[in-house]
């Protein structure tokens, strides 16, 4: 890591932690691994999330600590967990000399380059922000910015739309609703009703597309999500290249291999709940939400499509 002696201090400080923990707690041999089959939806969720942020260029090491740790959890055979074990003790003692080394940069601070003075980091948001700590400058605290997706719930009776990801490098071979990114220079709404004819050949208008629920996602996404009843075409594989088939299911009976996140969206909205949290380590169910009146129903028909349109086939 360029730092000499760094992998034996922070080893000697694990050890150090270890005989700590013994001391405060006790051995604690009696408690169960508590890790089993019921933990490989979120692991392999952490593994689709860690694709997606490589393949947009926004990994992190917390994606990888993070996805380690819940394939750790997904085992029951000692042998393969012990590997998985060792795996996440790597991962985060790579990052502690990570750190190690980005503090003792930080007391040798090297002259600032242009790119990064202050003067013209304000000009290009909060964003330069986390790099002027890093090379060791004072800066403001940098405001946290959560990405936006948005995701739509085309609805027929009781029924949502759903279509079988490939070739995207996240989640494919599962079922996810229609969604996408929300660009810069574009809202939400725009950006929905863009990603619908993108990838379904059917158009909605913005005034069509009802709140259903948003979603706080621990990788530090918000997820919006509208529901449709009303659309102009018939939806058809419109990016072959990314999704293999489309199929109607009934709202309440989701296939099993459903997008783990978007599932429990649906299950949330379908309940009258508009806003849940999902993968925080701090909340008690990864579906804690609040008794909030969704502004639509998944349950109920909805009126008869206008002239022209298709929502009710």
Not at 190 to 204: F, Q, S
Not at 209 to 238: I, K, N, T
Request: include cysteine.
């Amino acid at each position: 890591m360029g730092v000499p002696g760094s992998l034996a201090r922070v080893l000697d400080d694990v050890k150090a932690e270890r005989a700590a923990q013994d001391a405060l707690f006790g051995p604690q041999e009696e408690l169960p691994d508590g890790t089993g089959p019921s933990w490989t939806p979120l692991a392999d969720e952490a593994k689709a999330l860690v694709a997606e942020a490589a393949s947009a260029g926004m990994l992190t090491r917390r994606h990888i600590l993070h996805e380690e740790v819940l394939e750790a959890f997904a085992e029951t055979s000692p042998t393969s967990l012990r590997n998985e074990l060792v795996q996440v003790a790597a991962v985060a003692v790579k990052w502690v000399q990570l750190l190690d080394k980005r503090t003792s940069r930080a007391t040798a601070p090297e002259p600032l380059p242009a790119a990064h003075d202050p003067a013209s980091a304000r000009g290009h948001g909060d964003d330069a922000v986390p790099e002027l700590r890093r090379m060791g400058h004072d800066a403001a605290p940098a405001r946290h910015r959560a990405r936006v997706s948005v995701h739509a719930l085309l609805l027929r009776d009781a029924r949502v739309l759903l279509g079988r990801r490939a070739g995207t490098g996240f989640a494919d071979g599962m079922w996810h609703l229609p969604s996408g990114h929300v660009e810069a220079g574009e809202d939400a709404v725009t950006t929905l009703v863009r990603e619908i004819r993108e990838e379904l050949g059917v158009d909605v208008a913005p005034a069509d597309l009802r709140f259903a629920h948003v979603m706080h996602m621990a990788d530090d996404w918000v997820h919006l999500f509208f529901a449709a009843e009303q659309w102009v075409g018939e939806p058809v594989v419109a990016e072959p290249d990314k999704c293999s088939e489309l199929a109607w299911w009934e709202v309440s009976a989701l296939p099993p291999d459903t997008v783990t996140y978007a599932a429990s969206a649906v299950r949330q909205a379908a309940e009258h709940r508009a806003f849940s949290t999902f993968g925080w380590p701090t909340a008690a169910p990864t579906d804690a939400s609040t008794d909030v009146p969704a502004a639509v129903s998944l349950s109920a028909p909805a009126p008869a499509p206008a002239s022209g349109r298709s929502g009710h086939a």
